[in-house]
């Protein structure tokens, strides 16, 4: 397991939102909390609505200060990472899944010039700020971060040193699992995916002009893809 840093200040936890200098609000993190309580917060990373100025935190040192909070109490911390172009069932399901190894969920999202660099100019469909809002929309989600073309081999792992990592399959390798568990988390979890349409294949069939699968073909002609 991942080893857990020293606890941040006895007068109050450093979360989004919270003023150091200002008493905590009623029902706010303290480090005098039992650990493995689950304390509801005003911070507003625990509430049901996205709150997207608190959730979204680029700075890959305040993820840490936000992880070694969220652990002086115990919490269980999840991290897992992907494109999510174009939200769709696989995706929603696959996070709600990840959400459920731990109390806390961190997404890691690739931003446009990591899509690009390795799908092509014309991904993805949809860009990275509008894919970091539609994430922190899906339940469960704690926060979420970009993943850039210049980020070192794991800098978001290294930074979050989760408890449980989520992955689909072709993420890792086997070598590369026992090194993630060895120095950077406590367990790596393979999940497979859960759309029944990749993001790829929909594109493809929006630009041919196709049904899903199981839909009827359209009037004659309708297939063909525009001119």
């Not at 650990?35 to 040192?61: C, H």
Request: charged share 25%; aromatic share 6%.
């Amino acid at each position: 397991m991942s080893k857990v840093r020293d606890p941040l200040p006895r007068d109050g936890l450093d979360l989004p939102g919270h003023d150091p200098g200002r008493p905590a609000a009623p029902g706010a993190f303290r480090a005098g909390v039992p650990p493995g309580t689950l304390a509801l917060v005003n911070s507003g990373l625990f509430a049901d609505a996205s709150n997207f100025e608190l959730r979204f935190v680029p700075d890959y040192q305040r993820i840490t200060a936000i992880v070694q909070a969220l652990r002086t109490l115990g919490l269980k911390v999840v991290l897992t990472s992907g494109s999510f172009d174009i939200i769709h069932e696989g995706h929603s399901m696959y996070l709600e899944a990840a959400r459920l190894f731990g109390d806390f969920l961190i997404v890691g999202l690739d931003s446009d010039a990591k899509i690009r660099a390795r799908k092509g100019p014309h991904r993805p469909a949809v860009p990275e700020m509008e894919r970091l809002r539609m994430v922190t929309h899906q339940r469960g989600v704690g926060l979420v971060t970009l993943k850039d073309l210049h980020h070192e081999r794991w800098a978001l792992i290294k930074a979050t040193r989760p408890d449980v990592l989520v992955a689909t399959e072709d993420t890792y390798t086997r070598a590369d699992i026992a090194e993630l568990e060895e120095h950077y988390c406590g367990r790596v979890e393979v999940l497979e995916r859960m759309a029944t349409v990749s993001t790829s294949a929909r594109l493809r069939r929006i630009q041919l002009g196709l049904p899903e699968p199981g839909e009827p073909p359209g009037p004659p002609g309708t297939s063909q893809a525009p001119g």
